[in-house]
């Protein structure tokens, strides 16, 4: 067998010659993602696949790689305050984080007053 290199499918040399002038006259590979479709398709998986969409920060992704930005690396990304569990943008948290970790709380067990971020170290003693 033989790779053709349009859709990068082992073929039979027997048939290698009339599967790599029909599968470039039918088929359409994609050069910025490698996947092979259906000619009519493409302009279709050039728009959705490849536009550029914008997040809410600013910045400009492709449809997939948005989603992950979104989920991993937008400063606009909701987190949860580890002290009270506020969901606040990810740029905003460690402020808010300094603030309400300083706040005091009294102990659940023992009723002393601690600040927040040392309540965990209190409770695991």
Do not use: W
């Not at 000619?39 to 550029?52: G, M």
């Not at 402020?95 to 009294?106: A, P």
């Amino acid at each position: 067998s033989k790779l053709c290199p349009n859709c990068q499918r082992n073929i039979p040399i027997a048939t290698y010659t009339l599967h790599e002038m029909q599968c470039s006259r039918r088929n359409f590979r994609c050069p910025q993602c490698n996947q092979v479709m259906p000619l009519d398709q493409k302009d279709k998986h050039i728009s959705v696949a490849h536009s550029l969409l914008k997040c809410e920060c600013g910045k400009e992704f492709e449809q997939d790689l948005l989603q992950l930005h979104k989920e991993y690396e937008c400063p606009r990304r909701l987190m949860k305050c580890v002290y009270c569990g506020l969901e606040l943008p990810q740029s905003e948290r460690g402020s808010h984080q300094n603030i309400c970790g300083s706040r005091t709380s009294s102990c659940p067990h023992c009723k002393k007053i601690f600040k927040r971020r040392d309540m965990k170290s209190h409770i695991v003693e």
